[in-house]
């Protein structure tokens, strides 16, 4: 039924999309980014083609399934600024961290979950189609940091865990939200977030599609008294969003090496989605930098002209 459909609304022959579907392993860019805490991060970025099923799968099927309102990454009406902000006013911050959270859901679970959650839903789903999913969603039996289906199936394979943190830290008074793979629980007073390891650890228990593993050396815990960092969003002792000094100096470098005419062509666009991350989180910056830029200048960077305008200066 899946594959049927999608060759009809894409118009690609079914004996393509399966084709696509058993090689769909080698149809992948590797290359590695640095991590902001140092060392390398391993990306496996599908073909265009491939993304382009990938993303109809997401809408067409995962988009169904239930996420619970904790979810807050890769997903409509939330962010990394709506994240911040359910912590904002609270006064102490632990950080968890998922170790290597895409990767540790594998093949099966994942087809075991659509099975599961389909069947729930009324959607029929062949075994053939099962199988689709499957090859075109993971890589070498795995998800993958890349695919853009891995965030939308994550978030709904992780809805049980959620919702038992979040039923658990509600009703102690605490804000709890996960942003990906990182978890951010939130007190108003001292003391009240020790043994939250405990807590996680038992709350992912007796999920049969979770494989999940603390990176305990990722565990942070903030307080008021310093700048808490959520998901990169600075929140200052005043209980302000602030993207923090490095970053706004980072914005104005970009900006003026723009300017200038000496900025490499491949930041440009690192450029626009940094100053549009930084003005969602303090849209006060924008006004600061048109006094200094130039309001048409500033307001190029927000224009859908950007791309063919890149080289205007």
């Not at 060759?7 to 980014?33: G, V």
């Not at 200052?236 to 923090?244: E, F, K, V, Y």
Request: charged share 30%; with cysteine; aromatic share 10%.
């Amino acid at each position: 039924m899946l594959i049927e459909l999608l060759s009809k609304t894409a118009k690609i022959p079914e004996a393509k999309l399966l084709s696509l579907s058993s090689t769909a392993s080698r149809r992948y860019k590797i290359y590695t980014i640095p991590k902001r805490t140092g060392g390398e991060r391993t990306i496996e970025h599908p073909s265009r083609e491939l993304k382009a099923i990938q993303r109809w799968i997401v809408r067409a099927l995962i988009n169904r399934y239930p996420l619970h309102e904790s979810a807050t990454a890769y997903r409509k009406g939330t962010g990394i600024r709506e994240n911040a902000e359910r912590h904002r006013k609270t006064k102490f911050t632990n950080r968890y961290d998922f170790a290597n959270f895409f990767p540790s859901f594998s093949q099966a679970r994942v087809v075991k979950f659509v099975t599961e959650q389909s069947k729930a839903l009324g959607i029929e789903l062949s075994e053939r189609d099962l199988e689709f999913v499957g090859n075109i969603v993971c890589r070498n039996g795995r998800l993958t940091i890349g695919a853009p289906s891995s965030p939308a199936i994550t978030n709904a394979m992780m809805f049980e865990f959620d919702r038992r943190m979040h039923e658990e830290c509600h009703a102690q008074g605490l804000v709890y939200t996960r942003y990906a793979d990182d978890l951010f629980v939130s007190s108003f007073d001292p003391g009240r977030l020790d043994g939250m390891e405990k807590v996680i650890v038992k709350n992912k228990r007796g999920i049969p599609h979770l494989r999940l593993r603390l990176n305990h050396r990722k565990t942070a815990y903030l307080s008021k008294k310093y700048r808490r960092v959520i998901a990169g969003v600075v929140i200052t002792p005043q209980h302000t969003l602030s993207i923090g000094r490095e970053r706004k100096r980072e914005v104005k470098a970009l900006i003026h090496r723009w300017v200038k005419g000496d900025i490499d062509p491949s930041n440009f666009h690192y450029l626009r989605g940094l100053f549009s991350f930084a003005i969602d989180i303090e849209p006060e910056f924008e006004a600061r930098l048109e006094a200094k830029y130039g309001k048409a200048r500033i307001g190029l960077l927000r224009s859908a002209e950007f791309d063919s305008l890149i080289g205007l200066r």
